[in-house]
């Protein structure tokens, strides 16, 4: 293995792990970084990192373009409030922009309470580690915001498996904790595995190195069925594609236990061992035959008896499940079947299943942010309590601590149960075209907030719209840091990211932290001499220096199968599941508890044919939107000419047929109108979406145009998020729009 850093001709080589900024979630792909005089000169993929061996994606190839592009901010700036929404902004030192930071925040708790402070974060960057810990230990706020209605990314299936089972995520087994990789002897790969509502070649989520499909795929002739309502890239290679109508998965789902239980293709003896709930459950799935979800979905009743009863004989299938079981209000009852048939099936935790996380001890307290507050005095309970949405949103913030979104945006425009009064922006563009729906809302809404902080790498509508102060954020290649994959809670390896130069006066997330954090509660914060010294104590929580990891780069985590056997799922480490029975709950104790059914039932989209047939004569295509692109991560990367050249325009996916009825060609620009809204992109007709549905992207802004409000870089033109409703959440207070919503298209005239 080489050196992590060698010098090579003049040029200093650094191994590191590719995190954020720019944003990916925790992949950690491994890099090789060119210094040379102190600036980066070329990064290229390490083909000694275990898992990426040397693969890296556009985003991560355009890396230099990003980090050396000349808008970049890379020295923290202040601008008047009155100046909000004008370039007027103005170079200032650290020190000018901390005492701005410190006196203002403090100005607002003496006011107003540290509860009016609210710390938004975005997702799966570095800065995710840290937005909660922010607003509980650094302002004493117990309100952290990650902003989409319904917490509607990766929130509800953490929550579905939590209840049901613990374990952090499920995630398909592609020999990712071993440095052998596919050669390590216990590993076995899956025969059969379920893409649902996931396409992970372009969004490699949350450590899911999405090429692992491709490598298994070629390697043990791995069979793939993908459930969506678009055939992708991938969909093409499948073994069976599933057209399903957006938003009606669960009885999808429902219908596959229903032939999986019905035909007996199940685990007797994990079922007996270790699970609760299987005869209430196989009752339950009897009320969704085939046929039935056949209609429902808009598929073939064949299709779905087919790839149910290849998974279950599979040994063993796997389940890739992705954003699309959040994004639907009846989401958190589609988590439940999937896990379900994850077990059922004897699939769960074994080689080549869907495997999950040792529960470190250790790792829950460093999650534990508002915990540290509480212990350090830095917030009582009585501020704990004060949280935005536990009252209406219980089991949601049961389980996750921040505010419920949908309760911020009533509580900004309503003043229930206080108005909020600053705000700090740590990895989100707000009002952007990514994560809030009804931005438009959110915008009027923040717009009154006395002090806004933003911590970015590029000036965006968020920043130029909202704030006053700029701070500027190392890249990945600017700071040291560990990449923990699903945030450690199923994590495949340590990961460093390996500081390799310095631009600007550029700090990373955990620096400025550190900084904010001495200023407001020095008698926490000041332990910590660095990052390096922070992270130490608390991500690799002593199991290694900083140091050692650096050196070696990756360290895989080499877990064993089957933890529920040997205790590694409790944090009492007695065998069995984090469930209240200790069983995987198949009838769920917490749902029950939360007010919902212990059973998965179908629900039907809040808007669409049958819920609204009214509306849906006027609002007649089924809208879904965001699935990913090479190019982009959300809002990030439209300046960046090598990526931007691949997807100039936003991309409205059109059925020849319907295109064809509404007089639309390609590249015409069309509106997407929505009860709720409207904006405009080009139409693309391709016959890979279903035709009564159509796919509109999310995340675009213009950073070529005119910055200054009303305009701000064109972010309400193409905005897609201006379409969704508020607060349509399932009876858990999970899901949204963003995947199941209705409009109508038509022909830009002007
Ligand atoms: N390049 C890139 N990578 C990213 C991101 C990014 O912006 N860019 N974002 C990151 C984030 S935050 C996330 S959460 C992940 C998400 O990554 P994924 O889980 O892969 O989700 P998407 O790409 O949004 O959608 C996956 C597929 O679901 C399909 N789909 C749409 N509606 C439905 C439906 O109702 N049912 C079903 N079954 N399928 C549906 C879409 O057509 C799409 O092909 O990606 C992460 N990775
Ligand atoms: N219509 C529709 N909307 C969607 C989705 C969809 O599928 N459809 N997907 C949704 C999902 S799943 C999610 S998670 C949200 C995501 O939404 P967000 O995570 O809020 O994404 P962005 O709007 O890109 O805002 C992120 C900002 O953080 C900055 N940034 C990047 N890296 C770092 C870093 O390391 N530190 C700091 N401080 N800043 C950084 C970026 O430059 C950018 O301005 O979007 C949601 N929006
Ligand atoms: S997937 Fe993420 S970590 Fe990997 S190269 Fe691309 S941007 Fe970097
Ligand atoms: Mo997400």
Request: hydrophobic residues 35%.
């Amino acid at each position: 293995m080489a050196e992590w850093k060698t010098e090579v001709d003049g040029e200093t080589i650094v191994r590191s792990c590719c995190w954020s900024p720019p944003g990916c979630h925790p992949v950690g792909c491994g890099v090789r970084l060119h210094v040379r005089d102190g600036k980066l000169v070329k990064i290229e993929g390490d083909p000694e990192h275990y898992v990426t061996k040397g693969a890296l994606c556009p985003r991560g190839l355009a890396g230099l373009e990003y980090i050396y592009h000349p808008d970049r901010i890379i020295y923290p700036m202040k601008r008047a409030k009155e100046d909000r929404g004008k370039d007027k902004w103005e170079r200032c030192t650290w020190e000018e922009a901390l005492d701005l930071i410190e006196t203002n925040a403090k100005a607002v708790i003496a006011e107003h309470g540290a509860e009016s402070i609210l710390v938004f974060g975005g997702t799966g960057r570095e800065a995710n580690y840290y937005y909660s810990l922010i607003a509980h230990v650094v302002f004493g706020s117990p309100n952290s915001v990650y902003a989409q209605s319904g917490w509607s990314c990766y929130g509800p299936r953490c929550t579905s498996t939590g209840f049901m089972m613990g374990g952090g995520y499920p995630e398909i087994d592609y020999a990712q904790k071993f440095a052998d990789r596919y050669d390590h002897p216990d590993y076995k790969a899956p025969e059969y595995i379920i893409l649902w509502g996931k396409e992970p070649l372009k969004s490699n989520p949350d450590g899911f190195w999405g090429h692992s499909i491709i490598e298994m795929k070629r390697r043990f002739g791995t069979k793939i069925c993908s459930v969506d309502p678009r055939i992708t890239w991938l969909g093409t290679r499948c073994d069976d594609v599933i057209q399903v109508r957006p938003g009606t998965d669960t009885a999808l789902a429902m219908a596959m236990l229903n032939v999986i239980t019905g035909e007996d293709l199940v685990d007797h003896d994990f079922i007996d061992k270790w699970c609760a709930g299987y005869e209430e459950l196989k009752e339950r799935v009897k009320e969704m035959p085939p046929s039935k979800a056949a209609e429902i979905c808009g598929v073939d009743e064949e299709q779905i008896i087919r790839v149910a009863r290849a998974y279950a004989t599979a040994r063993p299938g796997s389940i890739g499940w992705g954003l699309a079981v959040d994004q639907n209000p009846n989401g958190v009852q589609l988590g439940q079947c999937l896990i379900a048939m994850m077990g059922i099936t004897g699939c769960l935790d074994v080689p080549g299943g869907t495997i999950l996380g040792v529960v470190d001890p250790a790792q829950v307290q460093m999650d534990a942010s508002q915990g540290i507050a509480l212990r350090y005095g830095i917030m009582d309970e009585a501020m704990w309590n004060k949280r935005i949405g536990t009252d209406t949103f219980p089991a949601m913030t049961s389980f996750i601590p921040t505010a419920a979104p949908d309760a911020v945006l009533d509580a900004l425009e309503t003043g229930i149960p206080y108005f909020p009064h600053m705000g700090f922006f740590s990895s989100s563009n707000v009002i952007g075209a990514a994560i809030t729906a009804a931005p438009q809302r959110w915008y009027e809404a923040l717009k009154k907030m006395d002090f806004n902080v933003v911590t970015d790498t590029f000036m965006n509508p968020t920043a130029m719209a909202l704030c006053d102060v700029f701070l500027p954020v190392a890249s990945y290649a600017e700071h040291n840091a560990m990449v923990l994959t699903h945030y450690g809670f199923n994590a495949s390896f340590f990961g460093a990211v390996n500081k390799a130069v310095q631009v600007g006066e550029c700090k990373s997330d955990v620096e400025i932290m550190l900084e904010v954090g001495k200023r407001m509660h020095p008698e926490f914060w000041g332990q910590y001499e660095d990052d390096t010294a922070y992270n130490e104590a608390n991500g690799l929580n002593g199991k290694l220096t900083w140091n050692e990891l650096a050196q070696a780069v990756t360290i895989p985590t080499e877990e064993p199968y089957r933890k529920y056997e040997l205790g590694l799922l409790r944090a009492d480490r007695e065998p069995g599941f984090a469930s209240p029975s200790h069983k995987l709950e198949l009838a769920s104790s917490l749902y029950a508890y939360f007010g919902d059914d212990p059973l998965p039932y179908y629900k039907e989209p809040p808007y669409g044919p049958i819920s609204t047939p009214d509306l849906f004569e006027d609002y007649p295509l089924v809208l879904t939107t965001g699935a990913r692109t090479y190019v982009s991560f959300h809002s990030e990367h439209r300046q960046i000419p090598s990526l931007r050249q691949v997807v100039p325009d936003p991309l409205l996916d059109i059925h020849p047929t319907t295109a064809a009825n509404l007089g639309i060609g390609e590249g015409d620009w069309v509106w997407i109108e929505s009860p709720f809204g409207k904006c405009k992109q080009r139409a693309h007709v391709t016959a890979t979406i279903k035709p009564d549905v159509v796919h509109a992207m999310h995340g675009w802004w213009f950073p070529e145009e005119d910055g200054e409000e009303p305009n701000l870089y064109g972010n309400w033109k193409s905005n897609i998020n201006v379409t969704m409703p508020h607060k349509v959440n399932g009876k858990m207070g999970f899901g949204d729009c963003f995947k199941n919503n209705i409009c109508k298209v038509y022909k830009v005239e002007e």
